[in-house]
C-alpha cells in the first residue's frame, strides 16, 4: 500500500512539473489531477489515504494564521454586512435547492436536503449513515459539485506562485516546525472533539496563539505549498476514481442542474456583494463558493484578493451549516412522521 501511494504522489508530481512547463493554469494542482486521472485510465493502481485531507487542512489553517494580524476583530465588524449576507444566501440555496431535489427530481425529503448542503460533505454522510438512508446518491451530488469547483476555477482564476520576498524573507524554520507540532495536536484535539473541519479549525488557533501570544514567526516558503497544491490535486484526483458511473447516469441530470442552480445562487450574491459594498468580485466569489474550501483559500493566497477574507467566510459557512443541519434535518424527521 505505501508503495502505492508514493507512486500515486510521484505521478502527481511529475504531473504538476510538466503542467508548470507548458504553462497550464494552476499547474500544481490541475496537473496532478489530470496526472493521476490519466494513470487511472490506463488501469494503473492510484491510492492517497483518506487522511491526506486533514493534513491538507492542518496546512491551510496554519496558512490562515499566519496572514492574521492583530487587528482581525476590527475587520471582522467592517465585515458584518458580508456576513449577514451570507446568512442570507445560505438560507435560499438550501430552501431552493431542496425543493428542486424533492419536487422536481422526485427524490426523498432526507435525501433533498441532504444534497441541498452546501459544503460540508463529512458530515452530511454521518447523518444519511445514521438515519439508515443510502450515501451513495448524497456523496454523488455533492461530488459533482465539488469536481466542478475544484477544477473551474483554478482554470478560470489559475494559483500562481507566490514571489519569493513575500514568503522566504527570514524563514524561522524552527518556530514553523514547533507551530506545526502544537498545530497537529491540537487540530487532532478538535476532530477528536468533533469540530467542524477540525483540523483546520484547531491548527489555525493553535498556530494564532503561538504567533500572537508568544511572537513566534510563521512564514511558508512557497515550495511548501506547491507540495500541498499536488498532493490535494492528487488526493481529489484519487476520489474521482472511485465513482459509481452507473448511478452517475441516473442522477447526472439532478446533480448538475443542482450544480447550476447553486452558481446561479452564489454568483448573483457575490455580484450583489461585489457592486453593494465594493468588495472585489473575485474576492467575493472565492467567499461565497459553496464547496472545496481548501482551493477557495488556495486562490486567494496566489491572487491579489484579501485571503483571510475568503478563510473566515468560508469557515462561517461550514459552521453555520453544522448547526443548522441537525435542527432541519429533526424537523424533517418529524414531518415524515405526521405525514
Known amino acids: 500500500m505505501l508503495k ?24 500544481w494542482l490541475l496537473g496532478a489531477m489530470l496526472s493521476v486521472l490519466a494513470t487511472h485510465g490506463l488501469r494503473l493502481p492510484v491510492h492517497m489515504p483518506g487522511k491526506t485531507t486533514s493534513l491538507i487542512a492542518l496546512f491551510m ?25 451570507l446568512c442570507v444566501m445560505l438560507a435560499l440555496l438550501l430552501g431552493l435547492l431542496y425543493l428542486f431535489y424533492h419536487r422536481r427530481c422526485g427524490w426523498s425529503r432526507s435525501d433533498a436536503l441532504l444534497c441541498s448542503v452546501p459544503g460540508n460533505l463529512a458530515v452530511v454522510l454521518i447523518f444519511a449513515t445514521e438515519a439508515g438512508l443510502d450515501p451513495k446518491r448524497i456523496a454523488l451530488v455533492h461530488s459533482v459539485r465539488l469536481f466542478f469547483l475544484v477544477s473551474a476555477l483554478p482554470l478560470l482564476f ?17 518556530d514553523l516546525l514547533i507551530v506545526f507540532l502544537l498545530a497537529a495536536m491540537a487540530g487532532w484535539g478538535a476532530s477528536r472533539l468533533k469540530v467542524p473541519a ?15 501570544g508568544f511572537g513566534f514567526k510563521i512564514s511558508i516558503p512557497p515550495d511548501w505549498f506547491r ?34 442552480l447553486s452558481l446561479l445562487i452564489c454568483g448573483a450574491f457575490s455580484a450583489l456583494l461585489h457592486f453593494g459594498f465594493d468588495v472585489p468580485l473575485l474576492q467575493a466569489v472565492l467567499a461565497y463558493m459553496p464547496g472545496g474550501l481548501e482551493v477557495m483559500i488556495a486562490i486567494a493566497f496566489s491572487t491579489d484578493v484579501d485571503p483571510l477574507f475568503v478563510a473566515t467566510h468560508q469557515l462561517l459557512r461550514v459552521l453555520i451549516m453544522c448547526f443548522a443541519l441537525p435542527v432541519l434535518f429533526g424537523l424533517l424527521q418529524r414531518k415524515n412522521v405526521y405525514e
Not at 475587520?75 to 454586512?81: A, C, D, G, I
Not at 507566490?162 to 524552527?174: C, F, G, I, K, S
Open 61 to 85: 489553517g496554519i496558512s490562515i494564521a499566519s496572514s492574521i494580524e492583530p487587528d482581525f476583530f476590527d475587520h471582522l465588524v467592517e465585515w458584518r454586512p458580508a456576513v449577514l449576507l
Open 198 to 212: 477540525g483540523m483546520l479549525v484547531g491548527g489555525m488557533l493553535a498556530a494564532l496563539v503561538m504567533k500572537l
Open 227 to 260: 507540495v500541498v497544491l499536488v498532493v490535494l490535486g492528487t488526493a481529489i484526483a484519487v476520489r474521482m476514481t472511485k465513482l459509481d458511473l452507473a448511478l452517475l447516469k441516473k442522477t447526472l441530470k439532478g446533480a448538475t442542474g443542482g450544480l447550476a
Open 158 to 174: 489559475p494559483i500562481v506562485d507566490r514571489p519569493e520576498t513575500d514568503m522566504t524573507a527570514d524563514v524561522a524554520y524552527l
Open 4 to 27: 502505492t501511494i508514493l507512486w500515486t504522489l510521484a505521478v502527481g508530481a511529475v504531473g504538476g512539473v510538466v503542467a508548470s512547463m507548458i504553462g497550464l493554469p494552476s499547474p
